[in-house]
């Protein structure tokens, strides 16, 4: 239900009032104590939703300007306006809104704009009719800052609420459970518009990156959770709060990026002004949306599809998961089945676990018609391949089908041979997909480990930074650096990835002792790079420690020197290992020092803990008890940090066991849980556990020492697993490194 609303707000006259309507009057007034109040007026809104209803009142500063005869004002505190820190939101505020308008064909219905920075926000931001508001760090580039990722996140966050004006505010859904509708477009939308105003950064494999990649994570272990969510389910007392999830927005997004893609952005647009019109200051629902698009399908003869909207979309928004297709290159034979898992297997739902799958493909690089899956399983000869080795096609072209691609062993192989040929073959986000689809697929039982070993073989000739950000991190997952490096496993992994990676790693390690600032309009570069060499450098890499200890000697000798802000921590972390008590020291007053900005002071706080000397380590951590300096959150997050190292570990154990009493006193039971994360990578024998469970057994309750005991029973059986996982890694290591 929506409703029109009327606004007076009494404040403090030092205070300006603002609201989702202009003031329509300023007035004074005088309470019962002789005190003068300002009394602001604000015109009637339109109809609209109780939830966007807003008021700020605030001392601080703005900018204006006027795009298309309408005020758009930004608000913050006056030191960040004064420093042009929202000029940049100022800049590409307006042209957002035009864009979106002429896309929509629709008329942004407010006389009025306000962007307010907030310096305490719990969410990202809120997009209030006519009064956005925004944690400070979402809407705030200032001009020192000079990276492109940066201004990427501000002009995400602001076109996503911009998007919001029409998908959420003039049309609204109906209710929570097809709250998709509001955000899944608002998250598609924030790529369009973004691009818009920062063209340079590649928009689908940023959207693979923060949307589809990290959303298909998450369903391939995923609970039942569909998009669009049956009304009786939400009502009650089901919390609507559990609904903003990444489910709502990034699988909401992707199934629009999908539909975008097979409708054709033409028809696909022409379909939502017609919904936009239609519910204008009003509410709809999933089923309304289908109508529309319908509606504009019906009326032309240029898209063809194999069943109507309805059918085609409600197995995407109302079943969980998504399918994995099984591609026979020798036949054209594709089949689909849920992503995943055996704990699934009889879960049917009426949709008997299938999707109208829209498969867009590309045969020796040109694309081809779509094809669509509307069966378990169906043979489309054109798609059969020839024996010649140079004859390929991929599925899944640019990304745009939300689901995962198997094809078997010996098709990869070829694959994997055409890269070590010519990667360029794949465009980028091919590479991406086949990666990150081969890897995943092994740890779901669906492919052999060897096989998606097999397609990092040409890595030698792969310098897109992103690619190397997914192969590194699926052979050399963060939280598994301490097991690894206690296996045979290390020095062969070295020996295979350290010659490949020389070219792309001396490039970059050019530019950062060269010129960093050539890099400020790179969004994967300056997303990426630290990754390349933290794992460049922890593979031992001579010329990556010899890089952080001279860029850190360096930073010693003239701190007003900055080290780019995109490497800085894996500078720091190495400067701190590979130096002594003096580069320590250093790191530890530079974290005293008035000038350090929370930024600053968080990386130092993590380098410190990188020092490969015990007895450093442990004067550190009695700083964490002892020390009026550090707040209880610091001493937490130094533990979990140590207890993921090597060195740190054992440190923390004996810190832990120790200090105990003291440490409870301070802050509960968190240190044992952040010890307990790091000693689970350990164990492997119901001995160990036992040894820990003494410790455990007192100083926790019965019902907590139960959940450890079973947390370290399954960590024992992971490891487990890890090991023979491991085994077989080694093994292909060695069959394969000296190719
Ligand atoms: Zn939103």
Redesign the pocket.
């Given at each position: 239900m929506k409703a029109t609303f009327n606004i007076r707000i009494v404040h403090d006259p030092s205070y300006v009032a603002l609201s989702n309507m202009p003031a329509i009057g300023v007035s004074e007034m005088k309470d019962e104590n002789g005190s003068i109040w300002t009394v602001t007026t604000f015109d009637t809104t339109p109809k609209m939703s109780t939830y966007i209803t807003a008021f700020v009142v605030c001392d601080f500063d703005h900018v204006t300007v006027t795009e298309r005869g309408k005020e758009i004002r930004i608000w913050a505190r006056k030191e960040a306006v004064e420093k042009g820190c929202v000029d940049y939101a100022l800049n590409i505020t307006g042209p957002i809104f035009s864009f979106l308008e002429d896309l929509f064909n629709i008329s942004y219905p407010l006389p009025k704009t306000d962007l307010v920075a907030l310096p305490d926000f719990g969410a990202g931001?809120m997009?209030n009719w006519g009064l956005m508001t925004f944690r400070e760090s979402s809407l705030i580039y200032c001009p020192t800052e000079n990276l492109i990722n940066r201004k990427a996140f501000v002009s995400l966050i602001v076109s996503?609420?911009i998007g919001?004006q029409w998908f959420?505010n003039l049309v609204t859904m109906s209710w929570w459970n097809d709250l998709w509708l509001?955000?899944g477009f608002?998250?598609y939308f924030e790529y369009i518009g973004a691009k818009y105003v920062e063209p340079k950064p590649p928009l689908d494999r940023m959207f693979y990156e923060s949307v589809l990649q990290p959303v298909l994570r998450v369903e391939d272990a995923m609970s039942d959770r569909s998009l669009s969510q049956k009304e009786e389910k939400v009502k009650g007392t089901f919390l609507p709060d559990s609904l903003f999830d990444i489910v709502t927005?990034s699988k909401g997004a992707s199934i629009i990026w999908m539909l975008s893609s097979f409708l054709t952005e033409r028809l696909f647009l022409k379909a939502l002004n017609s919904y936009l019109k239609a519910f204008s200051f009003s509410s709809a629902n999933q089923d309304d949306l289908w109508t529309h698009i319908q509606m504009v399908i019906d009326a032309q003869d240029e898209v063809q599809l194999p069943a109507s909207v309805k059918n085609i979309m409600d197995p995407w928004t109302c079943q969980d998961g998504f399918p994995v297709l099984t591609f026979d290159p020798s036949t054209g034979t594709i089949s689909q089945e849920q992503f995943h898992n055996i704990r699934k297997k009889d879960n049917t739902t009426s949709y008997n676990n299938t999707w109208i799958v829209p498969i867009t493909w590309v045969r020796n690089g040109s694309s081809q018609p779509i094809v669509w899956l509307d069966e378990t399983s169906k043979m489309f000869p054109e798609m059969q391949i020839s024996s010649s080795e140079h004859d390929w096609i991929l599925l899944n072209m640019n990304l745009s089908g939300y689901y995962r691609v198997n094809y078997n062993s010996s098709y990869l192989k070829r694959i994997g041979k055409l890269l070590e040929n010519n990667p360029e073959v794949f465009p980028v986000v091919n590479r991406l997909q086949l990666i990150d689809d081969a890897f995943s697929l092994t740890e779901s039982g669906y492919l052999e480990i060897e096989s998606a070993l097999d397609l990092t073989k040409y890595l030698a000739k792969e310098n897109d930074i992103f690619v190397w950000y997914i192969i590194l991190s699926n052979l050399m997952p963060n939280d598994l650096e301490c097991t690894l490096k206690d296996y045979e496993i290390y020095p062969l992994l070295k020996k295979y990835l350290i010659k490949k990676m020389l070219p792309v790693y001396h490039y970059y390690a050019g530019i950062i002792r060269q010129n960093a600032d050539v890099l400020a309009d790179d969004y994967f570069a300056e997303t990426y790079l630290e990754h390349l060499l933290r794992k460049a450098c922890w593979l031992g890499l001579q010329d990556c420690l010899d890089l952080c200890s001279e860029l850190y000697a360096k930073w010693m000798d003239n701190p007003k020197d900055q080290i780019p802000a995109f490497v800085r921590r894996t500078i720091f972390c190495y400067g701190i290992a590979m130096g002594s008590d003096k580069e320590w020291e250093f790191a530890w007053e530079m974290y005293h020092h008035d000038n350090s900005t929370t930024d600053d002071k968080d990386i130092l706080l993590y380098a410190m803990g990188c020092t490969r000397e015990s007895w450093l380590l442990h004067r550190y951590m009695e700083s964490g008890v002892n020390g009026s300096l550090f707040s209880s959150n610091n001493t937490i997050f130094l533990i979990y940090n140590l207890a993921a190292t090597d060195t740190g570990l054992r440190i923390i154990w004996k810190f832990v066991t120790e200090n105990w009493p003291l440490l409870q006193e301070r802050f509960g039971n968190a240190p044992l849980y952040a010890v307990l994360n790091g000693m689970e990578r350990l164990v492997n024998t119901d001995l160990q556990i036992q040894e820990l469970q003494l410790f455990y057994n007192a100083t926790l309750e019965e019902n907590e020492r139960i959940s450890t005991t079973t947390r370290l029973q399954s960590a024992k059986l992971e490891n487990k697993e890890k090991a023979k996982l491991i085994a077989r890694v080694t093994d292909w290591l060695q069959k394969n490194i000296d190719d």
């Amino acid at each position: 239900m929506k409703a029109t609303f009327n606004i007076r707000i009494v404040h403090d006259p030092s205070y300006v009032a603002l609201s989702n309507m202009p003031a329509i009057g300023v007035s004074e007034m005088k309470d019962e104590n002789g005190s003068i109040w300002t009394v602001t007026t604000f015109d009637t809104t339109p109809k609209m939703s109780t939830y966007i209803t807003a008021f700020v009142v605030c001392d601080f500063d703005h900018v204006t300007v006027t795009e298309r005869g309408k005020e758009i004002r930004i608000w913050a505190r006056k030191e960040a306006v004064e420093k042009g820190c929202v000029d940049y939101a100022l800049n590409i505020t307006g042209p957002i809104f035009s864009f979106l308008e002429d896309l929509f064909n629709i008329s942004y219905p407010l006389p009025k704009t306000d962007l307010v920075a907030l310096p305490d926000f719990g969410a990202g931001a809120m997009e209030n009719w006519g009064l956005m508001t925004f944690r400070e760090s979402s809407l705030i580039y200032c001009p020192t800052e000079n990276l492109i990722n940066r201004k990427a996140f501000v002009s995400l966050i602001v076109s996503h609420e911009i998007g919001h004006q029409w998908f959420g505010n003039l049309v609204t859904m109906s209710w929570w459970n097809d709250l998709w509708l509001n955000e899944g477009f608002a998250s598609y939308f924030e790529y369009i518009g973004a691009k818009y105003v920062e063209p340079k950064p590649p928009l689908d494999r940023m959207f693979y990156e923060s949307v589809l990649q990290p959303v298909l994570r998450v369903e391939d272990a995923m609970s039942d959770r569909s998009l669009s969510q049956k009304e009786e389910k939400v009502k009650g007392t089901f919390l609507p709060d559990s609904l903003f999830d990444i489910v709502t927005y990034s699988k909401g997004a992707s199934i629009i990026w999908m539909l975008s893609s097979f409708l054709t952005e033409r028809l696909f647009l022409k379909a939502l002004n017609s919904y936009l019109k239609a519910f204008s200051f009003s509410s709809a629902n999933q089923d309304d949306l289908w109508t529309h698009i319908q509606m504009v399908i019906d009326a032309q003869d240029e898209v063809q599809l194999p069943a109507s909207v309805k059918n085609i979309m409600d197995p995407w928004t109302c079943q969980d998961g998504f399918p994995v297709l099984t591609f026979d290159p020798s036949t054209g034979t594709i089949s689909q089945e849920q992503f995943h898992n055996i704990r699934k297997k009889d879960n049917t739902t009426s949709y008997n676990n299938t999707w109208i799958v829209p498969i867009t493909w590309v045969r020796n690089g040109s694309s081809q018609p779509i094809v669509w899956l509307d069966e378990t399983s169906k043979m489309f000869p054109e798609m059969q391949i020839s024996s010649s080795e140079h004859d390929w096609i991929l599925l899944n072209m640019n990304l745009s089908g939300y689901y995962r691609v198997n094809y078997n062993s010996s098709y990869l192989k070829r694959i994997g041979k055409l890269l070590e040929n010519n990667p360029e073959v794949f465009p980028v986000v091919n590479r991406l997909q086949l990666i990150d689809d081969a890897f995943s697929l092994t740890e779901s039982g669906y492919l052999e480990i060897e096989s998606a070993l097999d397609l990092t073989k040409y890595l030698a000739k792969e310098n897109d930074i992103f690619v190397w950000y997914i192969i590194l991190s699926n052979l050399m997952p963060n939280d598994l650096e301490c097991t690894l490096k206690d296996y045979e496993i290390y020095p062969l992994l070295k020996k295979y990835l350290i010659k490949k990676m020389l070219p792309v790693y001396h490039y970059y390690a050019g530019i950062i002792r060269q010129n960093a600032d050539v890099l400020a309009d790179d969004y994967f570069a300056e997303t990426y790079l630290e990754h390349l060499l933290r794992k460049a450098c922890w593979l031992g890499l001579q010329d990556c420690l010899d890089l952080c200890s001279e860029l850190y000697a360096k930073w010693m000798d003239n701190p007003k020197d900055q080290i780019p802000a995109f490497v800085r921590r894996t500078i720091f972390c190495y400067g701190i290992a590979m130096g002594s008590d003096k580069e320590w020291e250093f790191a530890w007053e530079m974290y005293h020092h008035d000038n350090s900005t929370t930024d600053d002071k968080d990386i130092l706080l993590y380098a410190m803990g990188c020092t490969r000397e015990s007895w450093l380590l442990h004067r550190y951590m009695e700083s964490g008890v002892n020390g009026s300096l550090f707040s209880s959150n610091n001493t937490i997050f130094l533990i979990y940090n140590l207890a993921a190292t090597d060195t740190g570990l054992r440190i923390i154990w004996k810190f832990v066991t120790e200090n105990w009493p003291l440490l409870q006193e301070r802050f509960g039971n968190a240190p044992l849980y952040a010890v307990l994360n790091g000693m689970e990578r350990l164990v492997n024998t119901d001995l160990q556990i036992q040894e820990l469970q003494l410790f455990y057994n007192a100083t926790l309750e019965e019902n907590e020492r139960i959940s450890t005991t079973t947390r370290l029973q399954s960590a024992k059986l992971e490891n487990k697993e890890k090991a023979k996982l491991i085994a077989r890694v080694t093994d292909w290591l060695q069959k394969n490194i000296d190719d």
